[in-house]
């Protein structure tokens, strides 16, 4: 499910959910435009990760959440939020972390 459309560095880019993601969020009380917030923040650095094939931890610290994301294509899938911030982080899995 797309969550949002914008340009990065020129770029049209997209922000996409999973099913996993969108029931994860439901069942936790958290906003899509919060989740697109967090994403967001990295700015023209989710460029850099684009067709890596990591996986991306954020970690929100203030709103003490944690959004895994995987950029392919000029699009940041959503593939889980977990409504915590200190989270184990699994091998392979890279960290971003924002105020």
Do not use: P
Not at 1 to 24: G, V
Not at 73 to 98: M, P, Q, S, Y
Request: net charge negative; with cysteine; charged share 25%.
């Amino acid at each position: 499910m797309l969550l949002a459309e914008c340009f990065l560095d020129s770029r049209y880019f997209r922000i996409e959910s999973t099913t996993h993601a969108l029931q994860r969020m439901k069942e936790r009380a958290i906003e899509s435009d919060v989740v697109t917030g967090i994403i967001l923040s990295l700015g023209d650095k989710l460029l850099n990760y684009n067709n890596s094939g990591d996986e991306i931890a954020i970690v929100d610290q203030e709103n003490n959440l944690a959004v895994i994301i995987e950029v392919r294509e000029c699009k940041a899938v959503v593939i889980t939020v977990i409504d915590r911030a200190n989270i184990h982080i699994k091998d392979g899995t890279l960290l971003e972390e924002i105020a």
